[in-house]
């Protein structure tokens, strides 16, 4: 098993593109999710999916999409990139409730 | 809301010495608590949970936490640390379906010769 794989692993933007933010997990698990990670605020949840074709908002929302169209894959969408997202995006996979949560290797996003 | 506190922004210790990383709570209902550790460029590894029963969690890498209602902590402790410990530590409260997690702000562990 792969378990979970982010792509790409660093990129660069400017202000006002957009891009989509990989992710993809081989254990089927039911329940997606995607955090970012900034110094000194630990961990922000974004959106998450509890299955296909389900998803909804986390703590921080804002300038950010998801879908989920099979249970592989959730790929998150910056629709027009801002200097503030700039952070470090980890995408994770459970099983279940009460379950840990596998955490992919993280994409390092820098917005100018 | 349902939160956790790491009071701690860093934990200095040295080898061979028990090391203890501090969370405490605040949850309305029963919490369900998890440690995470972060390696450099990594990302986050589950240590161990806190869903119910025995108040000491054995976890990976011979890691235990203490689960105490009355304090309403969960700190993360290991009798013998090791340089290789040193990482930045996550507590986390499930708050909500869908396994949503939230996250303390992180403690760093160094462990030194």
């Known amino acids: 098993n792969a378990g979970v794989t982010q792509t790409p692993k660093f990129q660069v933007l400017k202000t006002g593109q957009s891009m989509t933010l990989q992710c993809a997990q081989d254990?089927?698990?039911?329940?997606m999710s995607w955090y970012r990670q900034d110094p000194g605020m630990g961990l922000r949840l974004i959106h998450y999916?509890?299955?296909?074709?389900?998803?909804d908002q986390g703590e921080v929302p804002n300038g950010y999409n998801v879908s989920r169209s099979t249970t592989e894959d959730f790929p998150l969408r910056l629709l027009s990139a801002a200097p503030s997202q700039t952070s470090v995006y980890f995408c994770?996979?459970?099983?279940?409730?009460?379950?840990?949560?596998?955490f992919g290797p993280g994409t390092r996003l820098t917005v100018l | 809301a349902q939160s956790v506190a790491q009071p701690e922004d860093q934990v200095n210790v040295a080898e061979g010495n028990p090391l203890t990383v501090k969370c405490t709570y605040s949850v309305s209902g029963n919490p369900y608590l998890f440690w995470y550790v972060q390696y450099p460029n990594r990302g986050l590894q589950f240590l161990l949970k806190?869903?119910?029963?025995?108040?000491l969690v054995k976890g990976s890498y011979g890691f235990e936490a203490e689960f105490n209602k009355s304090q309403t902590s969960f700190h993360l402790k290991k009798p013998s640390a090791l340089v290789s410990d040193s990482a930045l530590y996550f507590c986390a409260v499930r708050t909500g379906g869908g396994n949503k997690l939230t996250f303390g702000t992180g403690t760093q562990l160094k462990v030194e010769l």
């Open positions: 994770a996979s459970s099983r279940g409730n009460y379950n840990e949560q596998f």
């Open positions: 254990m089927n698990h039911e329940y």
């Open positions: 806190y869903i119910t029963g025995d108040n």
């Open positions: 999916s509890v299955g296909a074709g389900i998803t």
